[in-house]
């Protein structure tokens, strides 16, 4: 009798956890409250990995597409506040179904950012 050698199927590796940083950086996105945007780099900084911004681009664009993960990705833009071509017009039209004023130049959309927004889940202490 031949012993078998155990071989990864395509459904075990698909069924790994996802890395520490990718659970942040959803966390951090599930935090944003409707209506707000947020940029790359602020969702780095609550995610705990400040100046990470590009890899919190590399998270977004490859979410997984699964009904049970809402994730609600349209709300990250980047620093200045324009959308991604790619999805820009899906994005703004969520955006816009939230109540946040999107200006559109040409096939450039454009939202404001918060210079300092609130992290999602902290209190934020005033300047005296």
Not at 75 to 88: E, F, H, I, N
Not at 107 to 126: C, N, S, W
């Amino acid at each position: 009798m031949a012993l078998r050698a155990k071989t990864k199927t395509p459904k075990a590796e698909a069924k790994k956890p996802p890395l520490p940083f990718s659970k942040a950086v959803w966390k951090a996105v599930r935090a944003i409250p409707r209506g707000q945007v947020r940029s790359y780099a602020q969702v780095a900084l609550y995610a705990g990995r400040p100046g990470a911004a590009r890899g919190v681009g590399r998270e977004m664009a490859t979410l997984p597409q699964q009904p049970g993960l809402p994730l609600p990705w349209w709300r990250v833009t980047r620093s200045d506040g324009t959308l991604a071509p790619q999805v820009a017009q899906e994005q703004a039209g969520r955006l816009r179904a939230e109540g946040v004023e999107v200006t559109q130049r040409g096939d450039t959309f454009r939202v404001k950012v918060p210079r300092e927004a609130p992290a999602p889940g902290l209190a934020t202490k005033r300047k005296r």
